[in-house]
């Protein structure tokens, strides 16, 4: 009787640890982010509403994407009341002009003084119009990359998409539209060889089998909102039949009347798929 319970007991211990050394990507929620100083093991992610995230690399990093801050409606009230409570940020990039990705970043890179990449064509009038200094600026383009920080990686990638700056002229005090270059999307590398794939503002395009192919991403953070990027069936096609990546988290939704695609459509459209949705509200954090 002795033996027999010693031996299910051993049984039950093996296999505890056996699912512990095969859960290659466990994901862990967290009340909030903490500082740059993530376990080494560890990826932490926080939405920032529409296609806003902050990020924490396994090396410390603090990486911001898309900061749309002052102006979205769902981002986190700590920021919008004081943009410095987002951190000393290490890496700032941004995808294309439109305010909702553009948002604060060049407020934040001059705060922070850290330079601001993004496509050429974009940061290129965001300094002769004076909105960032020349030094905070970097630009480049579509398959290029860019290595920010110690086994930092950043490669751009195509999206569909457009891209406008609109400037207040402070002579006139009126609005004047700029052309910006083209959108663009970003493979994100880590310290620890984990990618992220942001696809910026993006339609479907046959290429993104082939950066998946290339890249091979492990988180996909893909727009499901419609009108001007992929809407939630569009984004399952994409990942069912060209991407399949391990995870994905949509974006680019619940921020705007003008992109209707919701969280429920995109789940029923990706029913049955073998890639796992992470959804996330605004303000959350996460750790992978």
């Not at 330079?115 to 004076?130: E, Q």
């Not at 751009?156 to 700056?165: D, N, P, R, T, W």
């Not at 910026?200 to 499901?224: N, R, W």
Request: hydrophobic share 45%; aromatic share 8%.
């Amino acid at each position: 009787m002795k033996i027999q319970k010693k031996f299910k007991i051993s049984c039950a211990i093996a296999a505890t640890t056996l699912s512990l050394l095969t859960s290659s990507l466990a994901i862990a929620q967290t009340a909030a982010p903490t500082t740059t100083t993530a376990a080494a093991s560890k990826v932490e992610m926080q939405w920032l509403g529409q296609a806003g995230f902050r990020i924490v690399s396994p090396g410390g990093k603090l990486i911001v994407v898309d900061p749309w801050i002052k102006g979205g409606p769902k981002a986190p009230a700590n920021y919008k009341a004081d943009l410095a409570a987002l951190g000393k940020i290490d890496i700032l990039l941004v995808t294309h002009a439109h305010v909702d990705h553009l948002g604060d970043a060049p407020a934040l890179a001059i705060l922070n003084k850290t330079k601001l990449y993004g496509p050429a064509d974009m940061v290129t009038p965001l300094i002769t119009l004076g909105m960032i200094p020349a030094d905070l600026g970097h630009r480049f383009n579509k398959s290029g990359n860019v290595k920010p920080s110690p086994g930092i990686k950043v490669t751009a990638v195509k999206a569909e998409h457009s891209s406008l700056i609109v400037w207040n002229n402070p002579l006139t005090s009126k609005n004047e539209s700029h052309p910006a270059g083209e959108a663009m999307g970003y493979i994100i590398e880590l310290e620890n060889g984990f990618k992220i794939w942001h696809m910026g503002d993006t339609g479907l395009f046959g290429d993104m089998q082939f950066i998946a192919e290339y890249y091979k991403p492990d988180l996909v953070l893909i727009p499901i909102g419609g009108n001007f990027t992929m809407d939630p069936e569009d984004a399952a096609f994409a990942l069912n039949t060209w991407i399949k990546p391990k995870m994905v988290i949509p974006m680019h939704y619940n921020s705007n009347p003008l992109t209707p695609g919701t969280l429920a459509e995109f789940q029923a459209a990706m029913k049955g798929s073998s890639v796992k949705i992470v959804p996330m509200t605004e303000g959350q954090t996460l750790s992978f």
